[in-house]
């Protein structure tokens, strides 16, 4: 059964203390990894979609790589605006539909 | 603001009475997809649509939901006779295509409350 399982569950930072997020997956084929944020009472933003082992994508303080196994969200001197949910979310070759499985997501706090 | 846009954003049912959520796509795109999140769950996917199609309702519980994606119009997803277990935020999401990696961008959602 395809599944993603993230962690932490929760972390907190003080502004400017980088770190990572962690999302572990199993699927019988990746057809792609997606990461996207989530602020309280709001839909997930889209941030990065990763497709091979090895690939990694920038935005600003984000850094999203990936291998055969799991995906890695690095923040690089976070500041309180990067507080959120992040969501990992995968797609599977087999499944004709394209559908998303999501984790649990990590709620991220950055103190200032 | 040319996003997804679902309404209303927040629905109070009672026990019995019948729920309609709305999701009008992003422009140009002709894939709409939703999902529900429960209190302190994770996204689940329901339903997978195209235009007067229903590709993949394999998510959606067999009774009581309905998904359609009309020609013209938004798409609506129906809850029949709500009980409080179906409480939860509901999701649309929509892509240019379904092709691979193909990113689905989300609507706000609508907040179900069943009293």
């Known amino acids: 059964e395809d599944q993603v399982t993230q962690s932490p569950e929760a972390l907190r930072l003080q502004e400017g203390e980088s770190s990572s997020l962690n999302c572990s997956y199993t699927v019988s084929g990746l057809r792609g990894l997606f990461w996207y944020r989530q602020d309280p009472g709001k839909g997930p933003e889209f941030l990065f979609t990763l497709y091979s082992a090895g690939e990694e994508k920038e935005k600003e303080r984000l850094k999203a790589t990936l291998t055969k196994k799991e995906s890695f969200l690095h923040i690089t001197a976070p500041k309180p605006e990067d507080s959120a949910t992040y969501l990992c979310?995968?797609?599977?070759?087999?499944?004709?539909?394209?559908?998303?499985?999501f984790g649990s997501g990590t709620r991220l706090l950055v103190r200032p | 603001n040319a996003g997804v846009m679902q309404n209303p954003r927040h629905l109070v049912r009672r026990r019995g009475q019948e729920a309609r959520l709305r999701c009008s796509p992003m422009k140009g795109h002709s894939h709409v997809y939703w999902y529900r999140q429960l209190p302190e769950e994770g996204l689940k996917f329901m339903v997978y649509?195209?235009?007067?199609?229903?590709?993949?309702e394999s998510g959606m519980p067999k009774e009581r939901f309905s998904a359609e994606f009309p020609k013209e119009g938004p798409s609506i997803l129906r809850i029949q006779q709500v009980v409080r277990g179906d409480s939860a935020a509901y999701f649309c999401?929509?892509?240019?295509?379904?092709?691979?990696?193909?990113?689905?961008?989300f609507g706000d959602g609508t907040r179900l409350s069943i009293l």
């Open positions: 999401a929509s892509s240019r295509s379904g092709g691979a990696g193909q990113p689905q961008h």
């Open positions: 979310a995968v797609q599977a070759h087999e499944d004709s539909s394209y559908k998303l499985i």
């Open positions: 649509l195209q235009k007067e199609n229903i590709i993949d």
